[in-house]
Structure formats: structure tokens, C-alpha cells
């Protein structure tokens, strides 16, 4: 007898090929039959003619601490995500020396926020531990985010690193690898893993090789020097032959709309040389991330909390706020070109902030008569440097080239914040695929869609027996009316779970009904490991 039998689906097997109708057998956490099945189950599922697919793989994500709470566990499930890859942008909450502990929690609290029990782990290991032996909601990768990696062992400082730290970096990162984590990110545009050079990051990226780990990096910049920055990342995949997928691939700031040409091509032409690069991308046209992310990156030396200080000097802060005037030549200044009436407050760390959440640095400053460069500093520094944001600088037409061109899957890049507003894509990215660019927009196919967010991901990040609805792989499933399928979330009122998603099921349980509450607190998920 099987344990579940889904009945009249209209599968869409993750392959991309057509659809087909059928039914499905999951005994033991597998699919064990596919086709016109007449036997018994202990549970039927009819699927009534809609959509039955791979529980969706997001391969980018910021919830590492996230998963291990109570609260919102259920957010990423609603969506029909079962797998989600954490550790992204060079944030990671392991590992560090005793040392610099207190300077690794400053670093990743305004992206990853805090844990009440424990925020960072010594070791990968220790916090792939961590994991497994919690109820986690879904399935989790993890990667090391090489930003944590630099402070556990360095700090903040801007020097180069020695031979000593880097024997440090090179332990952590086998240890890591050997504890099962997927492999390396990189975050380029944040201090102070901004402050390595190219070289440098090639001889640390060799170590992942003799594991065949995966390296993704949020670029050095994705605004002016955008092209640059590709180049780079391009350059230390192709001289370390290591797969690389670039993190939520975009043109940011109106003046570098179009470039997405141009990258594709680079990207293109590098896969002809035998590079192997792919992308991840977000369906929005807004980003969230940090307001110590707008500013000139060598403020940050030091931390968050001395980079607060540092702008209290007069001094400084006017050549901060000259450099925010205008264009750079060695970072990017996307507010010169974009606008503060962007720059959306969506989280604050003080509680006397949070009248500021969901209006503009504009706005903000114009209610004060400042000019809002001056107003952002003010707020950097009220809030010890842990103000979120949402910041509107991309074009939709970039937007829906990236969507359709073929090395690109889908990602939310979600930043779970408890005191604010998240982005949507926290609450919608999945949905919001299938509802604006398959049934709204026909940019992609119903199968093409859910590849990108199924069989594409779990192929690039090897993971085993994932991402396909093929006999012997996982009963990961999700299964979604295409007609009402729609993402709630909007960036007013973003914690709005989404509609049309019917049933998920993760390693063969139904983990989410549409018209049946469920515990939430059943330890079902596992720690992804790499399929050497």
C-alpha cells in the first residue's frame, strides 16, 4: 500500500519537457510510480487537473537564523519552497576565532538578524549540527559566506591577509566542506570582504576544487562597474575551475539599464570557453539590503559600530557626503543616479526608529528640511548602522530578458526582519513567477518556470535526487492551481502568504493544505549535502 497517491496532475516533471496528466506514488519519502495508477494509499490526493511539480529550490537565501525560529517557519512552505540554500552574500553566522565573535554578530545582523539562543557558531560544522538536530520547516543548504569567514579571522581590518590567517581561512573552509556544506559565497560589495583583491580571492577560492564545491558571489558591484565585476568573478571561476552561479544577476541605477546585454554575452562566451557559470534572479524590480550598502565602502573599515563614530567627525563626514554627490570611479554611487526618492526604510534596529519604516530617505529629509545624504548619515548613526532598505533601481525590461534567458533560476533573496517591513519577495517570489510571467506577461512557459526553480537549481548545486518527479527521487511536491496562482505580497503590506498554492508535501508528508491547518513543529526538513 502507498502512503500517498495523487491523483488526475498535471505534471510538469521539472525537466522542461511538456506536460503530461497522471498520478503519483510516494511510499518512504519516494516516488515510487508515475502514470495511471489504480491502487491502494493510505492517503489520496486529487489533484483535480492542477499542476503537480517539484517542491521549489530556492537557492537564495538569507534564513539562516530564520529557520531555526518559530515564527514564520511556515512563509517559504506556502510558496511550495522545500529546499532553500542559506550562507548567500558573504553572510554566514559560522565560523569565527573567540575574537572577533562579537565583530561577526555586528557584520550579520542587519541581513540575517539575531537569535535569542544563539547567533554564531565556532565552526560550519557546529551550525550544520545546529540544524540537524532542530525541526527545521523545509530542507536546508548550506553555504559559508566568505565575508564571515574574513571577520572570524581578521576582523574588520583593510590589510591584506598574512599567511598565518590565510592557513586560518583555508582550516575553516574544510572543515566546512567536510561537514557538508555546499560550498563558498562570496559578498563583494560589503566590507570588508570588498577589501580583497582578485588574486587573493583566487588562491582561497582554489580550495573549493578537490571538492567540487559551488562558489556564488554577489558581485563587486552591479551598478557602473557592473561589467568589471562580472569580469572578475568570471576570471577566478575560470582560473580555478570551479562552477559559479552569480548571485541576483541585475543592471542597478538608471544610468546602467541595458547592460544586461552585454553580460549575458560575457556570460554566454564564457560558458562557450567551458566556464561554468549560471545565475539566480528575483521577479521585482526593487532590492533590500543595507543603508551601509549605499555608502563609500571605505567608511565601513572597522565595522558597523566604528563607521557610526567615524561619521560623527565633521571631517569625514563631508567627504562622505561629497563622494555621495556624485558619480565614483572605484565604487559604485547608485543614489547619484537613482535618487534618494528610491531608497525605501524597511527595517531599523532602534525602536525610536520605527516611525521611518516604509517611506523614502526623500521624504524623510524633505520633513525635516535636510538634505536627505545628511538625513541618511544621521539615521546610519541613530540606528548603529543596522537600518534595512528597499531600494528601486532596476528596469523591468532587464528584469524580463534575465527571467526568460536560459542560464538564469529563480531565487528570492529574502531578508526575514522582525522590526519592519520585508521586501515581497520574502513572502511572494515563487508565486509571483507563475502569476506575472507565465499566465500575465507569457514571457515563460508553465514547464520553462518550473524549471528554473526545480531541476535547474538542484542540478547546479548537487543536490541528490531533487528537483524532478521521476521514480526514486524525493517527494518533494507542490501542487498549484496556474489560474489563481498570485503572489499577496506587495511593498505596503508585504506578510501576506500567497494564493492558489493547494498542497505541499516535503520528503513525502503534506506539510501545507489549503483548507486544513498543520502542526508546524513536526521535524520533517534535512540538511542538504552535495552529491559528489
Not at 496532475?9 to 518512504?28: M, R
Not at 562579537?102 to 541581513?111: C, M, Q, V
Not at 556624485?326 to 543616479?337: A, F, G, M, P, Y
Request: charged fraction near 25%; charge should be negative; aromatic fraction near 10%.
Amino acid at each position: 500500500m502507498l502512503d500517498i497517491l495523487i491523483k488526475n496532475g498535471k505534471i510538469i516533471d521539472g525537466s522542461g519537457k511538456p506536460w503530461f496528466f497522471g498520478d503519483i506514488g510516494i511510499k518512504s519519502k519516494c516516488i515510487v510510480d508515475i502514470g495511471n495508477l489504480d491502487v491502494d494509499a493510505e492517503v489520496v490526493i486529487n489533484a483535480n487537473k492542477k499542476c503537480v511539480c517539484p517542491g521549489f529550490i530556492d537557492v537564495h537565501s538569507h534564513s539562516d537564523l530564520m529557520v531555526l525560529k518559530k515564527a514564520g517557519r511556515d512563509i517559504k512552505i506556502r510558496q511550495g519552497v522545500t529546499s532553500e540554500v542559506v550562507g548567500n552574500c558573504g553572510f554566514s553566522p559560522a565560523p569565527t576565532l573567540d575574537v572577533n565573535i562579537s565583530g561577526l554578530i555586528n557584520f550579520i545582523e542587519p541581513i540575517i538578524g539575531n537569535n535569542r539562543e544563539k547567533t554564531v557558531w565556532k565552526t560550519t560544522g557546529e551550525y550544520i549540527n545546529e540544524l540537524k538536530s532542530s525541526d527545521l520547516p523545509n530542507n536546508i543548504g548550506v553555504l559559508m559566506g566568505n565575508g564571515a569567514l574574513r571577520i572570524g579571522v581578521k576582523g574588520f581590518e583593510k590589510s591584506v591577509v598574512t599567511a598565518d590567517e590565510f592557513k586560518q581561512i583555508e582550516y575553516f573552509i574544510e572543515e566546512g566542506l567536510d561537514a557538508g556544506a555546499l560550498g563558498l559565497s562570496l559578498g563583494l560589495m560589503y566590507a570588508p570582504e570588498n577589501f580583497y583583491k582578485t588574486d587573493e580571492l583566487i588562491s582561497i577560492c582554489k580550495i573549493l576544487n578537490k571538492y567540487s564545491a559551488i562558489l556564488t558571489s554577489h558581485i563587486r558591484g552591479e551598478g557602473n562597474s557592473l561589467i568589471p565585476s562580472i569580469k572578475e568573478v568570471l576570471t577566478i571561476a575560470e582560473k580555478t575551475d570551479i562552477p559559479l552561479e552569480i548571485s541576483h544577476i541585475k543592471a542597478a541605477g538608471k544610468s546602467n539599464w541595458g547592460n544586461v546585454d552585454v553580460v549575458m554575452d560575457m556570460i554566454e562566451r564564457a560558458r562557450d570557453r567551458g566556464v561554468q557559470v549560471t545565475c539566480d534572479i528575483y521577479p521585482y524590480t526593487a532590492g533590500s539590503s543595507t543603508l551601509a550598502s549605499l555608502f563609500p565602502p571605505g567608511i565601513l573599515e572597522g565595522g558597523f559600530h566604528k563607521a557610526a563614530e567615524r561619521l560623527k567627525d565633521s571631517n569625514i563626514r563631508s567627504l562622505v557626503l561629497k563622494e555621495l554627490s556624485e558619480e565614483q570611479d572605484t565604487w559604485d554611487n547608485l543614489v547619484c543616479s537613482t535618487g534618494w526618492d528610491s531608497v525605501y526604510i524597511s527595517s531599523v534596529f532602534k525602536d525610536d526608529n520605527k516611525f521611518y519604516i516604509g517611506h523614502s530617505i526623500l521624504e524623510l529629509a524633505q520633513n525635516y528640511g535636510i538634505d536627505p545624504a545628511q538625513f541618511a548619515l544621521n539615521l546610519y548613526i541613530k540606528d548603529e548602522g543596522q537600518t534595512g532598505i528597499i531600494f528601486f533601481h532596476m528596469s523591468d525590461s532587464d528584469v524580463e530578458k534575465l527571467i526568460k534567458w536560459e542560464y538564469t533560476m529563480i531565487a528570492s533573496d529574502s531578508i526575514y526582519k522582525t522590526k519592519g517591513k520585508p521586501h515581497p519577495r520574502l513572502y511572494g517570489t515563487f508565486p509571483r513567477v507563475f502569476s506575472h510571467y507565465v499566465r500575465e506577461k507569457k514571457i515563460l512557459s508553465l514547464e520553462e518556470a518550473v524549471r528554473k526553480a526545480t531541476s535547474f537549481p538542484a542540478e547546479k548545486f548537487k543536490l541528490n535526487k531533487r528537483g524532478l518527479i521521476k521514480i526514486g527521487y524525493t517527494a518533494d511536491i507542490a501542487i498549484f492551481d496556474p489560474d489563481s496562482i498570485y503572489d499577496m505580497a506587495t511593498y505596503d503590506e508585504p506578510e501576506q502568504y500567497p494564493a492558489g498554492i493547494e498542497y505541499v508535501l516535503l520528503g513525502g508528508k503534506i506539510v501545507y493544505r489549503y483548507d486544513k491547518a498543520l502542526p508546524t513543529d513536526s521535524r520533517w526538513g534535512e540538511v542538504l549535502v552535495r552529491n559528489y
